[in-house]
T-cell receptor, first 115, second 112 residues
């Protein structure tokens, strides 16, 4: 079974600074997707960024980028120029291809942004 | 506006009662999903449906039931067999079984 681990229950960052959230996963598959979701206080889950395992290039979405290390099974999220609105729970998720689109989530990291 | 609606936002029930959580989407998505979230934890899959009149159990299906009679609706019933039903429940949908999932706003269920 696949597992996803987020080892940082809480992180804090100063506004305008950069922060990196860690995620590791365990799988024997070679074809899969990885995601970062944001859950603000409203509790609605919002997709931040996705990475296909077969792509070596790290995904980027504006201020959000990932460091995908397939051999190490590591998938960290970097948030640049942090904003107050970035404060939320962040969840890393794994999806095996051809597996009915089932997501496996990590336990989450609470990010606090200090003004 | 297209989206996923879950109602109500907060739901209270007495222990031993069955309760049904609503999930509706007007995105014309084929696949729909139900997740449970406990405090300080990630989401766990309860049930999912890839097409109408078909659904499969997820990781924690015991004590829950679903139906998929219409493409836009995927209600979840929390039965009295569910030992710890108090949780936050999230519904999601995707265009197909391989596309990104979009989430509804969730329902907070409290069993007294």
């Amino acid at each position: 079974a696949q597992t996803v681990t987020q080892s940082q229950p809480e992180m804090s960052v100063q506004e305008a600074e950069t922060v990196t959230l860690s995620c590791t996963y365990d799988t024997s598959e070679s074809d899969y997707y990885l995601f970062w979701y944001k859950q603000p206080p409203s509790r609605q889950m919002i997709l931040v960024i996705r990475q296909e395992a077969y792509k070596q290039q790290n995904a980027t979405e504006n201020r959000f980028s990932v460091n995908f290390q397939k051999a190490a099974k590591s998938f960290s999220l970097k948030i640049s120029d942090s904003q107050l609105g970035d404060a939320a729970m962040y969840f890393c998720a794994y999806r095996r291809n051809n597996a009915g689109n089932m997501l496996t989530f990590g336990g989450g990291t609470r990010l606090m942004v200090k003004p | 506006d297209g989206g996923i609606t879950q109602s109500p936002k907060y739901l209270f029930r007495k222990e031993g009662q069955n309760v049904t959580l609503s999930c509706e989407q007007n995105l014309n998505h084929d696949a729909m999903y139900w997740y449970r979230q406990d405090p300080g934890q990630g989401l766990r899959l309860i049930y999912y449906s890839q097409i109408v009149n078909d659904f499969q159990k997820g990781d924690i299906a015991e004590g829950y039931s679903v139906s998929r009679e219409k493409k836009e609706s995927f209600p979840l019933t929390v039965t009295s067999a569910q030992k710890n039903p108090t949780a936050f429940y999230l519904c999601a949908s995707s265009i197909s079984r391989v596309n990104e999932q979009f989430f509804g706003p969730g329902t907070r269920l409290t069993v007294l």
